[in-house]
């Protein structure tokens, strides 16, 4: 977002490094399971553009395509909490799900207050959406944890 909005570094670079994380998030993930996760590989890199798309709209003041974005985004949020609770019964869809509708919806608020120039409520989003980050991965953790106790 600061690349985008203020113009800090190159916002394709860090696009194509963001995408390279996410492809060697879901390679762990496939060795781990077992399982080809090609799909949610889509799913995650969808994301990554939807939010970008998002971005675009808000600097043109598109509302119309803002909106169509957001609902994007929760159904992306819906395939990809089935998708990653699929794997482990350690972890439960609708907690996922939460989880995942918390990030977009702070992830907004973090676009917009960028957007807005409401630097104060920016940073008390961004310091809300890492305490989401920490208790996601304490989360993750402990289902993965669980998961190779049982194998």
Known sequence: MLSRYMGIGNAGELKAHLNQIIAEYIDALQQLFG???EGYLQLLNTY????????????????????????LLYQNADQRASQIASLNPFWNENEWKNRLYSSIHGTINQSTTFLTGDYASNSDTFMSLLDLAENTSSYYAHGLFNYLLSQ
């Open 35 to 37: 399982v080809n996760l």
């Open 48 to 71: 990554v553009d939807l939010i970008d798309n998002l971005i675009t709209a808000q600097i043109e003041g598109n509302v119309d395509e803002i909106n169509r974005i957001v609902r």
